[in-house]
């Protein structure tokens, strides 16, 4: 069987470990030979091996992603998984640490919208998933080689950027403010390959403030902690975007952490763009919240102590 056109190792797996699962599971001998496998055996276990290998291979080629030990450890036909479009064809992208896919059905809208739209604004609260997901498909989209560089940004500091007072160089300054981008990568890249990208200049990771100027071709950036840029800032950002880029937008609009007189630029970004096709607006809310169980009572607790005052303020 040809494999032409997919990389081996997302077949395969580190060490061949995908290979040696799926021989214990169909009871088969998987001989690599260049682009193609050869499948040994019992004639009714090559069939049904042979089947289940076809529809992985037109899988990957069609930019799917599959974590197949994840699916062979579950015992169910991982052929039959793929083609039927079940679990496995919602994965965003398998690493060697998780499978990364959408969890709730918000979650699955903002994959589908990543998928579908150059420009994504996701706004939903904290523990939402917003920026993970949204640096799994650019790395996906890298991997893909759908672009050719992935650029992360946020605001440096949450009011206004002003570096000056901090200590150390000014990398020792930012590195605090985008850790949450490092800590996402730290899940999807493994360290080495980390040091190759940043070197290479394929991943930047970069405070907002710096993308003055630019224009981004043929990559995927985004935009993180929206809600904490001005009005002049998304406009900026937003500008910047070049030839084959897409651009992803996230943030909790309830945690805006602007001088009290500068407006939101994400809050004020809706009424702008939200009927310009090729953009769309994503919302999450607490029922999309995947981190600890508490994080989304904790959630709903606060919009209704909020909803609370805000009513008692106005008597």
């Known amino acids: 069987m040809g494999i032409e056109g997919i990389d081996p190792l997302d077949l395969y797996g580190h060490n061949d470990a995908n290979l040696?699962?799926?021989?214990?599971?169909?009871?088969?001998?998987?001989?690599?030979?260049?682009?193609?496998?050869?499948?040994?055996?019992?004639?009714?276990?090559?069939?049904?091996?042979?089947?289940?290998?076809?529809?992985?291979?037109?899988?990957?080629?069609?930019g799917g992603e599959i974590d197949l030990n994840h699916l062979l450890r579950s015992g169910r036909d991982v052929g039959e998984e793929v083609a039927g479009g079940g679990e496995s064809s919602r994965v965003l992208l398998s690493t060697r640490k998780a499978l990364i896919r959408p969890r709730s059905t918000g979650q699955q809208r903002y994959v589908t919208a990543m998928e579908q739209q150059d420009i994504v604004f996701c706004i939903g609260p904290a523990g939402t998933g917003k920026t993970y997901l949204a640096v799994a498909a650019a790395v996906a989209a890298l991997k893909r080689r759908e672009i050719s560089h992935i650029v992360l940004t946020r605001p440096a500091v949450e009011a206004g950027e002003s570096l000056g007072f901090?200590?150390?160089?000014?990398?020792?300054?930012?590195?605090?403010?985008?850790?949450?981008?490092?800590?996402?990568?730290?899940?999807?890249?493994?360290?080495?390959?980390?040091?190759?990208?940043?070197?290479s200049r394929t991943l930047e990771i970069v405070p907002l403030a710096f993308m003055r100027g630019r224009t981004l071709n043929n990559a995927f950036v985004i935009l993180d902690e929206a809600q904490n840029t001005s009005v002049s800032q998304m406009k900026m950002f937003l500008t910047r975007l070049g030839a084959n880029a897409r651009a992803v937008i996230t943030g909790d609009i309830t945690q805006v952490d602007l001088p009290t007189n500068t407006p939101s630029g994400l809050i004020q970004i809706q009424d702008i763009l939200s009927h310009v096709e090729g953009i769309e607006f994503v919302y999450l809310t607490e029922r999309d919240v995947v981190r600890h169980p508490l994080v989304q009572q904790i959630i709903k607790a606060y919009e209704t102590y909020e909803n609370k005052t805000t009513v008692n303020g106005g008597k």
């Open 166 to 199: 901090l200590p150390g160089d000014i990398q020792e300054k930012v590195d605090p403010y985008l850790r949450p981008l490092y800590d996402a990568l730290d899940d999807m890249v493994p360290p080495e390959r980390m040091r190759q990208l940043v070197d």
């Open 20 to 62: 040696v699962a799926f021989e214990k599971r169909y009871g088969v001998n998987l001989v690599a030979r260049g682009e193609s496998i050869v499948v040994e055996g019992d004639a009714g276990h090559v069939e049904q091996a042979c089947q289940a290998l076809y529809n992985i291979v037109s899988h990957l080629r069609r």
